[in-house]
């Protein structure tokens, strides 16, 4: 069985300013690792994936993660978030051979960006 | 047009009543899922379905039934609502067999509250 922990439930920051949200996991198999993005009232969006190759992941909207397999980490960064960055983010993982890409994911992130 | 949709959007029920969550999608993928999310505790998996004769429970079943009625459409079940249901509901779709495969895409949710 795998679980995902993010860090923090909420994350204030100003505008310009730079995030990061930290996700953490616990999996006795080999896992990809995702972060989705919720606006409000909408669904949830693929930020980016981690499949395998560079440990560094390049997502859209600026973003970008970086899985450590010693850490058991997949930490989401911006260098400089928008207003419109203003969301909940999921962290997520599937095995490797999980049958129906069957996903876990954490409790959920909540970015307020102030202005 | 959204590729996954789901409807109603939001729904307030009684306690014991019967009620069916919609779902359909048009990106001709074959796997279908339901998740309900609830605050602090992100996504978690109620089914999950491989193609129309193929449906799997997820992590919280109890509770809930499903159909897949054809390819594109599968629906969501609760025979009895009980207060502990309200939540927001998601559908998700993803495919077999391409990259792609790695990734759900989701509907916009359905809010729903059990009084």
């Known amino acids: 069985a795998q679980s995902v922990t993010q860090l923090d439930s909420q994350v204030p920051v100003f505008e310009e300013a730079p995030v990061e949200l930290r996700c953490n996991y616990s999996?006795?198999?080999?896992?990809?690792l995702f972060w989705y993005v919720q606006y409000p009232n909408q669904g949830l969006q693929l930020l980016l994936k981690y499949l395998s190759g560079s440990t560094l992941v390049k997502g859209i909207n600026g973003f970008e993660a970086e899985f450590n397999k010693s850490q058991t980490s997949f930490h989401l960064r911006k260098p400089s978030v928008h207003i419109s960055d203003t969301a909940e983010y999921f962290c997520?993982?599937?095995?490797?051979?999980?049958?129906?890409?069957?996903?876990?994911f954490g409790g959920g992130t909540r970015v307020l960006v102030k202005p | 047009d959204a590729d996954v949709t789901q409807t109603p959007r939001n729904r307030i029920t009684k306690t014991g009543k019967r009620i069916m969550l919609e779902c359909s999608q048009t990106k001709g993928h074959d796997r279908m899922y339901w998740y309900r999310q609830d605050p602090g505790l992100g996504l978690r998996l109620i089914y999950y379905s491989f193609d129309v004769k193929d449906i799997n429970k997820g992590e919280i079943s109890d509770g809930y039934s499903v159909s897949r009625q054809a390819q594109a459409k599968f629906s969501l079940s609760l025979e009895s609502a009980i207060p502990n249901q309200t939540a927001l509901y998601f559908c998700?779709?993803?495919?077999?067999?391409?990259?792609?495969?790695?990734?759900?895409?989701f509907g916009p949710g359905t809010r729903l509250t059990v009084t």
């Open positions: 999996s006795s198999v080999s896992v990809y």
């Open positions: 997520a993982v599937s095995p490797f051979k999980a049958a129906g890409n069957k996903l876990t």
């Open positions: 998700a779709t993803s495919d077999l067999g391409r990259e792609g495969r790695y990734e759900q895409y």
